[in-house]
């Protein structure tokens, strides 16, 4: 069975930090691009990032860029996002997907495989 499982999500103050996991059961994240996305309470799902498979080269959105960050460990077959100076408004549930498409997307529809998400609550 192919899956995507994320993890590191959690309860953290506000200004605080948190970095998510996103791993691949049943195939080989590098082969793949992934993004992650969230979706806060009542609210669409939202682009965040995306990481090239082949040089790491990554596609975010403008008002994130500050304090999220995508990276990649192939050598873990792993993909992170390191999230800083956490706000309130920042509280959602996080996902991570991966396409087989050669470039990197932040439109949803253009992934193949979705967690099933890692919530991260912001408050004090």
């Known amino acids: 069975q192919l899956q995507l499982v994320e993890s590191g999500g959690g309860l953290v103050p506000p200004g605080g930090s948190l970095r998510l996991s996103c791993a691949a059961s049943?195939?080989?994240?590098?082969?793949?691009?992934v993004g992650w996305f969230r979706q806060a309470p009542g609210k669409e799902r939202e682009p965040i990032s995306c990481v090239h498979r082949s040089d790491g080269s990554t596609l975010s959105v403008t008002s994130l860029k500050g304090r999220f960050t995508i990276s990649r460990d192939n050598a873990k077959d792993t993909v992170y996002l390191q999230m800083n100076s956490l706000k309130p408004e920042d509280t959602a549930v996080y996902y991570c997907a991966a396409t087989s498409d050669p470039e990197c997307w932040l439109g949803g529809d253009k992934y193949d495989y979705w967690g099933q998400g890692t919530r991260v609550t912001v408050s004090s």
């Open positions: 049943g195939f080989t994240l590098e082969n793949y691009n």
